[in-house]
């Protein structure tokens, strides 16, 4: 709805440009955004998604609430909400429901009125032969078969449908017309058929009640059918109306409309051509204005138009990002999505260890083995759009306990899947290396591999076991906080961290989401780390929930 949203008000700004353009073309402009706006979200549906770095940036970066600054020449720590958790009952499920109820009222309501129109059709009488008369030459002159003219003493002005040939409902006072009021307004409705107007404004109708709570939609279709009404003026001109005698039949007719008790209801069956009466000053001073550009739209404007919603639509309905959500906790926005306490046994089909190496082999020694993969190494967001894939080989301590210290990359692949990796790592839990089958620490070679074939199977073991704040949750607060410590050197940029928070208040740094610098992304995963929060608790119970934290540096 976002994106159908941009459309419309993206028409707003253009159509002002194309005031010198005849009404016909701004009618098939307003045409097509409204049928852009509307077929949007279907479009979004069916097109493969588009995601490129700077939405996903942009996605990222909105909203964003600060929640501490660590001095003039220091960086934020601001911590952002992913996700959040459904509950049996909340204002999102019920949502859609009114969304349907209302377009479901709404088109009852329009067919109520088609029925009303076909009555009032049924109940009328054939209109007399001068009117026919004068209707079947102007009908030659549009090469369009001869409408059938009704007359109904229960409608106050002409109103008009039909695909190819008109049907044509005059007021019972049309008999006392003078002829050449009868061919104007004969002109006009049949000048809507030769267009084809009744279908597009009964297909912009569908469209507003359908959306019915956007109200540009509404707003779009009223300027759609000012110039549709606009349009059909300028056939009739150019069958040779003279416009100031046009422009007086049409100042009489809804004159005399406004005069009668009944007004109110015919207007609200004539909402099928939608306005047929709004804009009528703007109507008037276009017909008397001489120098009003009346062309019709041509074969090859129609294309460029058609040609130029193609390419608005198909890529902004693929266009994508992984926006979150946020909510609002005191100073800091904290975050749920899932609780990462995944076991991922040794031989997994998504075991990222190619190989461990000792540094050095004496008789006798068996190398250090993974036993749990705690947190799987998980891509970086520009690593992944970039599509990198390789090996981070990282040389580390494991000691007779099976613990890891002193780790650092020796071969590294960069966009943050070095760290990415080192994050994972110290993560693990390892049986130690043997010698002779007693456990003694060693200095070894770690490779691990980062394919994209894993990396989905990763993320989703990352997101199997979620807990989010939302509905009966009491959301984590931060209850000690560290600074940085923070580079000499003038720097700006954000490093942005992926954080599951323990039920202890403990947060667990998952990844690196954007990467900064190496010295940098490690600052940054220092300091958070030392955070501690009161747990998020649901029904009385602490909980696992999931946050980004950005740490911004500025200089």
Known sequence: MIKATIVLLAAYVIMPLLKRRSAAERHAVWTAVLATAALLPLLTWLLPSWEPGWAQ?????????????????????????????????????????????????????????????????????????????????????????????????????????????????????????????????????????????????????????????????????????????????????????????????????????????????????????????????????????????????????????????????????????????????????LPPIDALDVRVAAGDDSEPVREIRPLERLAGDIAPSVVEYTTPPLYSDEARVRGIEGVVLVRAHIDASGRVSDARVTRALGFGLDQNALVALRQWRFHAGTRNTTPVPMDVDIEIGFTLRNESINAQIANDMVSLVGPGVTPPQAVKVVNPRWPEESLTGTVVLDVVLLEDGTPRIVRILRSLRTDLDDIAVEAFAQWRFSPAQKDGRPIKVRMNAAVRFHG
């Open 57 to 333: 940036r942009a996605a990222d970066s909105w909203p964003v609430f600060e929640s501490r600054s660590a001095g003039d020449n220091a960086g934020d720590i601001v911590v952002r909400a992913t996700g959040v958790e459904p509950s049996d009952w909340s204002i999102g499920t019920v949502l859609p429901w009114f969304w349907i109820a209302g377009s479901v009222l709404l088109c009852a309501a329009f067919s109520r009125q088609a029925l009303r129109l076909r009555r009032l059709t049924a109940s009328g009488g054939t209109a007399p032969a001068r009117h026919r008369a004068i209707a079947s030459n102007v009908a030659d002159s549009l090469s369009l078969p001869a409408p059938s003219l009704i007359c109904s003493d229960r409608v106050r002005i002409p109103l008009a449908w039909g695909i190819r040939r008109a049907r044509i409902l005059l007021p019972a006072a049309s008999h006392d017309w003078p002829d050449e009021r009868v061919w104007a307004v004969c002109a006009h409705e049949m000048a809507h058929i030769t267009r084809g107007d009744w279908i597009a404004h009964l297909a912009a109708e569908f469209v507003c009640r359908i959306f019915w709570f956007n109200p540009l939609f509404w707003m779009a279709r009223t300027r759609m059918s000012r110039e549709s009404e606009r349009a059909a003026d300028d056939i009739v001109i150019g069958l040779g109306a003279r416009g100031t005698d046009y422009a007086s039949h049409l100042i009489a007719i809804v004159r005399a409309a406004q005069t009668d008790d009944g007004f109110a209801a015919t207007v609200a069956i004539a909402r099928l051509r939608a306005g047929r009466v709004s804009g009528l000053e703007h109507r008037i001073a276009a017909l008397v204005n001489g120098l009003a550009n009346r062309a019709r739209l041509s074969r090859a404007g129609a294309a460029a138009i058609l040609a130029s919603a193609c390419i608005v639509a198909a890529p902004l309905a693929a266009l994508g990002a992984r926006v979150r959500s946020t909510i609002e906790i005191q100073t800091s926005n």
